[in-house]
């Protein structure tokens, strides 16, 4: 039975990750891997461009197809705490030194579908749309798009909805207008980047490189939602981490009764 383009690209993504192609590695050229396998051109050039979508290669002109490399990853830290400094709260201790690298914006427009039910919206409803593009203060390096969506009946004829929401932003204000305490909750994901967000971190163009995604819904002590903030960040760049702690039922040695 002739070998498939999956199970060829299964061999090769095997052999990069055993590290017997590495980084900066050429591949074999396409005839080379036709003889090796039995396949014909289409069945390689295919498990090639299946691994160049899972940013694994990249084919380079004049050199051929070589294995990436592979940026090392940031840990991001998800202590389930909230932390405040002088400027206000914030959620990651290792991004708390970045900048809006570009001016903030603010704009009006429709909830996203998936983020209504989240904010107990109607698919349509209008919502207070604040969006940044975080990063490094220094070098002006894109980080992560952090988006926030605020009820327009919440926000609208507020600071909320002014560019400059003033000391502490839109949390110590949402708590001024009678949310306080304001409670979170993160949920985390990952999906293939729009080309304006791979634009907007320098994302490579020819290889798929996901995002990883943090939703956090922020509530007031009634339960309404008063604002979800939807981060973006390369999953390439950035992993997320965290200690593991005993519940009480894993408190007791199950071998002590063995000695």
Do not use: C
């Not at 909830?111 to 207070?128: H, R, S, T």
């Not at 994302?203 to 943090?214: K, N, T």
């Amino acid at each position: 039975m002739p070998v498939s383009y999956r199970e060829i690209a299964a061999d090769l993504r095997l052999q990069i990750s055993e590290g017997r192609y590495q980084p900066g590695d050429k591949l074999p050229m396409l005839t080379e891997l036709q003889e090796q396998y039995g396949a014909g051109y289409q069945t390689v050039r295919s498990a090639i461009g299946l691994l160049e979508q899972e940013g694994l290669v990249v084919a380079i002109r004049r050199r051929g197809t070589i294995v990436r490399e592979r940026p090392e990853k940031r840990r991001i830290t998800r202590t389930r705490q909230v932390y405040r400094d002088e400027i206000g709260y914030y959620f990651d201790p290792a991004a708390q030194s970045w900048v809006a690298v570009e001016p903030p914006t603010t704009r009006w427009g429709a909830v996203p579908v998936d983020l209504a039910p989240v904010m107990g919206l109607n698919i349509g409803a209008e919502v207070l749309v604040r969006d940044r593009v975080m990063g490094e203060g220094e070098t002006r390096r894109a980080m992560q798009l952090a988006t926030s969506y605020l009820p327009a009946d919440l926000a609208r004829g507020t600071q909320l909805a002014e560019e400059d929401t003033g000391p502490g932003g839109i949390y110590d204000r949402l708590e001024e207008m009678g949310h306080r305490p304001l409670k979170w909750q993160e949920s985390v994901s990952s999906r293939m980047p729009s080309p304006e967000e791979a634009a907007a971190l320098g994302l490579p163009a020819d290889v798929g490189v996901p995002l990883l995604r943090i939703v956090r819904v922020t509530t007031s002590p009634s339960g309404q939602v008063v604002e979800v903030n939807d981060t973006r960040m390369s999953a390439e760049l950035f992993e997320i981490g965290y200690d593991i702690q005993r519940s009480p039922s894993a408190e007791t040695d199950p071998h002590a009764a063995d000695t």
